[in-house]
T-cell receptor, first 115, second 109 residues
Framework: GAVVSQHPSRVICKSGTSVKIECRSL??????MFWYRQFPKQSLMLMAT?????????EQGVEKDKFLINHASLTLSTLTVTSAHPEDSSFYIC???????????FGQGTRLTVV | AQRVTQPEKLLSVFKGAPVELKCNYS??????LFWYVQYSRQRLQLLLR??SRESIKGFTADLNKGETSFHLKKPFAQEEDSAMYYC???????????FGTGTRLKVLA
């Protein structure tokens, strides 16, 4: 099956700094990419949907100025957590669908810890 | 509102016993339903989708529109089935997936 790779898998940053998470589709063109946040023992909460070359669509309650999403190419989307705070600590997961949109492929996730 | 409900956080069964993971959904249109599985230390992966009507690893799921359910079943559980299972809904014509809270299945030897 298609592979989606996230990098880094773990990151620790200081409060007030920004951190960038990359999501790459390795062997297919990802027309749409999704960013999720998962709190411990809870479900995946969709943060935003992005299509290549256009602005991301954020879910209600998600601050677009805090969680910057860039989908510059058909194989790469980035999520930047700006001015991170401890409450931003979470597990962030990306997924991508190809042109046929029959299945979403998931990255392995990124564990962000803000200290 | 679109919603997916998985009432059980944890389901423990013995090896060889039947398994049923419950999923109910709320959606006014015609949804697409999926089951995703996450094995220990691995990423989420698609297990099956209702439109395929297939059996994967012995698992089946039937969409019951009357009961708005999409329960996942397997007649004889195996230890390697132990994992986290997520039911998901995708509204027709969109790309968004709505996930349930997940059920952890533990198959005991």
């Amino acid at each position: 099956g298609a592979v989606v790779s996230q990098h880094p898998s773990r990151v620790i940053c200081k409060s007030g700094t920004s951190v960038k998470i990359e999501c790459r589709s390795l062997d297919f063109q990802a027309t749409t990419m999704f960013w999720y946040r998962q709190f411990p023992k809870q479900s995946l909460m969709l943060m935003a949907t992005s299509n290549e070359g256009s602005k991301a669509t954020y879910e209600q309650g998600v601050e677009k100025d805090k969680f910057l999403i860039n989908h510059a190419s058909l194989t790469l989307s980035t999520l930047t957590v700006t001015s991170a705070h401890p409450e931003d600590s979470s597990f962030y997961i990306c997924s991508a669908t190809g042109t046929d949109n029959t299945e979403a492929f998931f990255g392995q996730g990124t564990r962000l810890t803000v200290v | 509102a679109q919603r997916v409900t998985q009432p059980e956080k944890l389901l423990s069964v013995f090896k060889g016993a039947p398994v049923e993971l419950k999923c109910n959904y709320s959606y006014s249109g015609s949804p697409e339903l999926f089951w995703y599985v996450q094995y220990s230390r691995q990423r989420l992966q698609l297990l099956l989708r209702h439109i395929s009507r297939e059996s994967i690893k012995g698992f089946t799921a039937d969409l019951n529109k009357g009961e708005t359910s999409f329960h996942l079943k397997k007649p004889f559980a195996q230890e390697e089935d132990s994992a986290m299972y997520y039911c998901a809904l995708r509204a027709s014509g969109t790309y968004k997936y709505i996930f349930g809270t997940g059920t952890r299945l533990k198959v005991l030897a």
